[in-house]
């Protein structure tokens, strides 16, 4: 059964999740603040409107997909913002925001008659383009069950977490954190191994089909490293702030973590030598500098 939807944010995971709903038979009304991004969607079949509040003039259920949690509450609760559209009805935020902040847009878009659903993603730009992201749902069950038929367009591991709002966010964050700290941790081995000599292609398979195989292994070391590519689609500065997000609240919680509060030092070191922008996979070029060795597949001659 299709839907009229507002969408916002076509960046890197917004517009595949776009392109799929629109292909799943949806009308989506789009907006973003990046004119390129705005016009390659409406060339897809999405309708273009002028602002966050147009959007939500016209959908009862709106999508968004930002950055940070600082442009969630901007266009949730801001001037110009969802809440200021009379027709929304049901706000779904496929952002990592954390739970502070999905609570606080919640609590401000209830009085206006709006429930609220916290539904962070995984999988990265591959998992959007091919449907098959991790979807943590939280928030008011009834409001799940009747948007899941749409999450699952986007989500092929769309799940309920529970009924408080910002539960789904934890859920991001824990993952996240894991495999932020995980892939700090595979760069300082694989630099090892490759100081001391070991063919880094060799190394990464073995790794892959042994005790130390991780989703940062396989998808970050074993494509977009060792092909020198550094191309995995997902920024740096992002795993970071996901990072900081999910320490903020282990402290909220009373908690030490030393070993991920180690590696969150590490990826700002390497921000702090890299490009702006630059790509989580990049970390592993940073490390390799230190260490004063590359981790590339060999380039052998075809016979």
């Known amino acids: 059964m299709s839907e009229t939807l507002g969408f916002i944010g076509l960046g890197a995971m917004g517009a ?3 392109r799929r709903l629109l292909e799943a038979g949806h009308r989506v009304l789009a907006h973003d603040l990046n004119a390129v991004a705005l016009a390659a969607a409406v060339s897809r079949g999405a309708e273009a409107r002028g602002g966050t509040a147009a959007v939500a003039a016209e959908a009862e259920t709106v999508l968004v997909s930002l950055p940070t949690p600082d442009a969630v509450r901007q266009v949730a609760l801001g001037p110009g913002g969802l809440a200021e559209g009379g027709a929304l009805r049901l706000y779904v935020d496929l952002s990592t925001t954390g739970a ?14 709006v429930v609220a659903l916290d539904a962070p993603v995984s ?33 092929a591991n769309t799940v309920f977490v529970g009924d408080k709002v910002g ?24 630099a090892m191994g490759a100081k001391a000599g070991l063919d880094p292609e060799l190394m990464v398979g073995v790794i892959n ?15 977009p490293v060792l092909s020198r590519r550094f191309d995995f689609g997902f920024r740096m500065e992002l795993m970071a702030k996901d990072m900081r997000l999910a320490l903020e609240e282990a402290e909220a919680l009373g908690l ?8 969150k030092l590490l990826y700002g070191l390497a921000m702090a030598q890299g490009a702006p922008g630059a790509d989580v996979t990049e970390l592993m070029r940073v490390t390799e500098g230190w260490a004063g060795t590359e981790l590339a597949a060999a380039r052998r001659n075809e016979a």
């Open 16 to 18: 595949p999740m776009v």
């Open 256 to 263: 030490v973590m030393p070993t991920c509060s180690a590696a």
């Open 209 to 223: 089909k042994s005790s130390g195989r991780s989703f940062a292994t396989e998808r970050f070391a074993a494509g």
């Open 100 to 113: 502070r902040v999905a609570q606080a847009v919640a609590a401000g878009l209830a009085p206006r008659g």
């Open 123 to 155: 999988g990265g730009v591959a998992g959007a383009e091919a449907g098959t992201l991790s979807v943590m749902a939280a928030g008011d069950r009834a409001a799940f069950d009747r948007i899941r038929p749409v999450l699952e367009v986007i989500g």
């Open 167 to 190: 539960q789904g966010q934890t859920l991001k964050l824990v993952n996240n954190l894991l495999a932020a700290t995980s892939w700090a941790a595979a760069c300082e081995v694989l």
